[in-house]
């Protein structure tokens, strides 16, 4: 079922027209300010992408020299998959569950004692 967008020329707004079918003929009326004098648009699409795409797109870190690489969580663990992949071995599936919880916002409890340790912490 098709959105089409038009621009009403009487009271400039933009609107959405759903139809039941590309093969049919939408008959635009404004439903601000009832003109039918409207201009169709150019609408936008979604495009969703696989994650293999995504990869594929984002790269190695190494090509990418910033601090924000891993800061996208499909990121995070892909130089791990990558590795273990490279030597034919099959990752365990307790790292497979902790990186996609990391993947998730759930940080392994390692890091959760780092992240709440604080600037001035002593180290004996």
């Not at 365990?92 to 912490?121: V, W």
Request: proline share 7%; with cysteine.
């Amino acid at each position: 079922m098709p959105i089409y967008e038009f621009f009403c020329m009487k009271c400039r707004r933009k609107i959405s027209v759903l139809t039941r079918s590309v093969a049919e003929t939408p008959e635009p009326k404004c439903s601000t300010c009832g003109n039918t004098d409207l201009h169709r648009l150019v609408s936008t699409f979604a495009y969703h992408k696989s994650i293999a795409t995504i990869h594929e797109e984002s790269g190695e870190p190494t090509m990418f020299p910033s601090p924000d690489y891993y800061k996208d969580p499909r990121n995070i663990g892909r130089w791990t998959e990558k590795r273990f992949q490279e030597m034919d071995m099959d990752l365990p599936g307790k790292i497979q569950q902790q990186i996609q919880a990391a993947r998730e916002g759930e940080l392994p409890s390692s890091l959760k004692e780092l992240q709440s340790a604080t600037s001035d912490a002593t180290y004996h």
